[in-house]
C-alpha cells in the first residue's frame, strides 16, 4: 500500500507519514502509519475525524481502550510484523 499522507503534529509541523495499513471498524476509517516507507521505524495509529471535499482529517487515537483494540486488529491483519 505505502501510500503517503502529511500529518500536522500538535506542535503545528507537517511529517510525511507513509501508510502501512489501514481498517475500518464499527464505522471508522483506522490507519497505521510510519515514518519510514520500510515499516521498520516508529508506527502511529490515526483515526479520521472528518472530510471535505479536498482533504480527510485524522488525529492520533490516544484512548488507551480504542489504541490496544485498533491495535489487536493491526497486528491479526499483519501478522507476520512484531509490534512493540
Do not use: C, P
Amino acid at each position: 500500500m505505502n501510500d503517503k499522507l502529511i500529518f500536522t503534529n500538535e506542535d503545528g509541523e507537517d511529517i510525511e507519514l507513509f501508510i502501512i495499513e489501514e481498517t475500518k471498524i464499527n464505522g471508522t476509517h483506522y490507519i497505521l502509519a510510519a515514518e519510514d516507507e520500510e515499516e521498520s521505524g516508529t508506527a502511529y495509529i490515526l483515526k479520521e475525524t472528518g472530510r471535505n471535499r479536498d482533504d480527510i482529517f485524522f488525529q492520533m487515537v490516544e484512548d488507551d481502550t480504542e489504541f490496544d483494540a485498533v491495535l489487536n486488529i493491526f497486528e491479526q491483519l499483519m501478522d507476520d510484523t512484531d509490534f512493540e
